[in-house]
């Protein structure tokens, strides 16, 4: 039998996947609190999900050019595939490739950890400025396009991280990944705090899993509690702002 990650499908904008492959991690006591305010609104979500596909499809239309104009920069500019894929966990703990302009040199993800540093020497020339605007981030549109993640929702994470959660920390994995988040407005600077503790023994993907995610947590719980489609569109245009600035 095939339902929708708890939530009734509509228009199939929610994620369909089977609930025999939805582990435990989302069946307890306090995932349950989380999945109540959900199904509350509902029918913000699909709200959401509906002007996610189409805000998607209108600005990769209008945006084509710029989006051509970087791929031929990157292409130019080091050796190397376009577009970076990577997989990341999304709604329910679902497996998916995450797209985004390449902004380090080929195979970086084989000779270091997951997360990168400002002054990682992995990243390209022209990666640096992409990183800066964050427009690496706009082949994000097709994942929001074809349903894997959303405008707003909690930023998805690789497999070891998402490893690590505790059990309230799986009940960021109710909604769909988003390209923005609180919790991503607030650590934009994250390579800077990752910098504080890099005299410690930890290595960097510690440091990240024990000072950094509890803290983003924080947020991104937060943000579930109080999920909103006037919430959502705050959030969109203080992303913009904080870019911009």
Avoid: H
Wanted: glycine fraction near 4%; include cysteine; aromatic fraction near 10%.
């Amino acid at each position: 039998m095939t339902e929708y990650c708890g939530i009734i499908n509509r228009n199939d904008f929610v994620v369909r996947c089977e609930m025999s492959s939805i582990d435990k991690r989302f069946e307890t006591e306090i995932v349950d609190r989380y999945k109540k305010i959900i199904e509350q609104r509902k029918m913000s979500l699909y709200l959401k999900l509906f002007f996610d596909k189409l805000l998607a499809l209108f600005l990769l239309i209008i945006l084509s050019p710029i989006i051509l104009f970087l791929a031929l920069w990157i292409k130019v500019d080091s050796k190397g595939p376009v577009f970076y894929r990577q997989e990341r966990i999304t709604i329910y703990g679902r497996p998916f490739k995450i797209f985004k302009f390449r902004t380090m040199v080929q195979d970086a993800d084989k000779i270091g950890s997951s997360v990168t540093l400002q002054d990682d020497p992995r990243i390209s020339r022209a990666g640096r400025k992409l990183r800066k605007l964050r427009l690496d981030e706009l082949p994000q549109l097709i994942n929001v396009l074809i349903g894997d993640m959303s405008f707003v929702g909690v930023r998805p994470e690789v497999a070891k991280y998402v490893d690590k959660y505790t059990d309230e920390m799986n009940a960021t994995l109710l909604l769909p990944a988003g390209i923005t988040s609180p919790a991503s407005i607030e650590y934009k600077d994250e390579d800077d705090v990752i910098a504080l503790y890099k005299d410690s023994d930890l290595s960097i993907d510690d440091i990240y899993i024990e000072k950094v995610l509890p803290e983003k947590m924080k947020y991104n719980l937060q943000y579930i509690k109080e999920f909103s489609i006037l919430n959502d569109i705050k959030i969109m245009i203080k992303t913009v702002v904080v870019v911009l600035r």
